[in-house]
């Protein structure tokens, strides 16, 4: 038995009540029951989380590395876009 | 109970980096941990029971094997991830029942040891059974190994079931459970339950071990023998 016979899942964990899942890493395993078991025990052990998701890696989208230039480039010249211009009052708190 | 933990939690952590993948190898680890760990809760309440200046790492560490209560199927050796496989889930079975049971144990500290520890065993019971599923109902190969990993070990089961005066519950009214349990699992794996029904005993009694549980303690005593009081 080898891990190449069994589908790659990229897992991702909540960490807290209210927080969004967050990508933690990936794993082997041979269907999605298994892929949650085997993320509970990989990536849970120290209480990290309260809910895993495994999606297979295979249907996951992802932008290509060499595109980067036309995605991301043209944003470097428009800081108007950043609400950093605002003087936010102290007693608001982290926002 | 603490005994079959120990045995058990020392057999599983014996794949330790040698596991057939990285995820099978982390799971059987933190199986072996969460036995562990239960291990140091029933000993340490035995010793306390006992009362004569034992602690729980004196238990596990400084008896010979003929003092060891454990059952005879938890001292089996590994042999291949499908037998490892097999033995934990015919134990789990077990292991969950009595839990479930003792938890409604009068002592409280036997009770709150129970709880906490069915907890753990439910995750084990749940991915033993999906292993022993995917095995069984897997490839030829996969198949064969598992059905004889539950070949060798069937003259193991009945042991389980043999109450003695020493025991907190009658475990023998639980076998009617455990067989509903395990044949649900067994089928669903495409397994047969052997018909022979001989039992090996001797292992809860401390009457006759198996030649296994020897070389194990060797091994897992070695060091706090050969260096006694060791601090690190």
């Not at chain 1, 990936?26 to 999605?32: K, N, T, V």
């Not at chain 2, 077990?94 to 479930?100: D, E, G, I, M, Q």
């Not at chain 2, 129970?114 to 069984?136: F, N, P, Q």
């Not at chain 2, 794996?189 to 194990?216: C, Q, V, W, Y």
Request: glycine share 6%; charged share 25%.
């Amino acid at each position: 038995m080898s891990t190449n016979d069994w589908p790659l899942w990229e897992i991702f964990i909540r960490g807290a009540h209210g927080l969004s899942h967050r990508h933690v890493g990936s794993l082997h395993a041979p269907d999605a029951e298994m892929a949650i078991k085997n993320a509970r025990d990989v990536y849970t052990r120290r209480k990290e989380g309260v809910s895993i998701w495994a999606i297979e890696s295979s249907a996951i989208a992802a932008s290509s590395p060499e595109d980067k230039g036309s995605l991301y480039d043209p944003a470097d010249d428009k800081v108007y876009r950043h609400p950093t211009f605002f003087d936010i009052p102290d007693e608001v708190g982290a926002m | 109970m603490g005994d079959n933990s120990l045995v058990l939690g020392h057999r599983v952590s014996e794949w330790c980096g040698v596991a057939p993948v990285l995820e099978e190898d982390i799971a059987l680890a933190n199986t072996a941990l969460d036995l562990i760990g239960q291990t140091q809760l029933w000993l340490g309440l035995a010793a306390e029971c006992e009362d004569r200046g034992r602690d729980a790492d004196a238990l596990a560490f400084r008896r010979d094997v003929w003092e060891f209560r454990n059952l005879l199927l938890v001292e089996q050796p590994n042999r291949d991830f499908g037998h490892t496989m097999m033995r934990q889930f015919l134990f789990d079975a077990w292991h969950s029942l009595v839990l479930a049971a003792l938890k409604s144990s009068d002592n409280s500290a036997i009770a709150a040891i129970a709880e906490k520890s069915l907890k753990e065993v439910t995750y084990h019971m749940e991915r033993s059974s999906d292993t022993v599923i995917a095995l069984g109902d897997g490839t030829v190969e996969s198949h064969k190994r598992m059905q004889a990993g539950l070949d060798r070990l069937w003259p193991y089961v009945g042991e389980m079931f043999q109450t003695d005066e020493h025991d907190l519950i009658d475990v023998a009214v639980l076998r009617p459970a455990f067989d509903e349990l395990i044949n649900d699992v067994l089928r669903t794996a495409t397994l047969s339950i052997p018909t022979d029904n001989f039992t090996h005993k001797g292992g809860k009694t401390g009457a006759r071990h198996t030649e296994h549980l020897g070389h194990m303690i060797a091994t897992m005593q070695f060091l706090p023998r050969a260096y006694p009081d060791a601090k690190w």
